[in-house]
């Protein structure tokens, strides 16, 4: 494994945490669109818009409402992890770092990567072994 691979993975779950996802989790009804699975956005067009919207002498300020049109709904780019609904009191016992037990008959047994699900909206990412789904990143509100 790469040498970087770790601080900058470790960047991005930060940035996630800091900035995405607070900024994610406020969207007004108004501001979600569906995006194709094929329609990516390079960072030439990210910084283009962003600089578009940032106003003038204040170089390095994220300007969010500039890029997010660019902005894909979480659950787009988890699709490809098994993914596991879950009642709001296991939702709970996860926010605080408890492994739950999976149930249902598609529930997988295991997997190495996973997401759980709470009312559509995700709760966090982790494995699933023996039939319980344990956290590794907790998503909270």
Known sequence: MHSLYRPVAE???QVAADVVLPRYQNLAEDEISEKAADDFVT???LEAARAAGQ???EEGRWDFQAIDEFVVDTSAAL???PQVNVTDEAATK???GNPVIVRGRDAPLEAEEACALSRGRL???GAI???MFKPKRVFTA
């Open 94 to 96: 996860i926010r605080l």
């Open 129 to 131: 072994e023996q039939g």
């Open 123 to 125: 709760v966090a990412i």
């Open 11 to 13: 960047l991005m779950e």
């Open 55 to 57: 106003p003038e002498g």
């Open 79 to 81: 699709d490809c992890l």
């Open 43 to 45: 960072i030439a067009e």
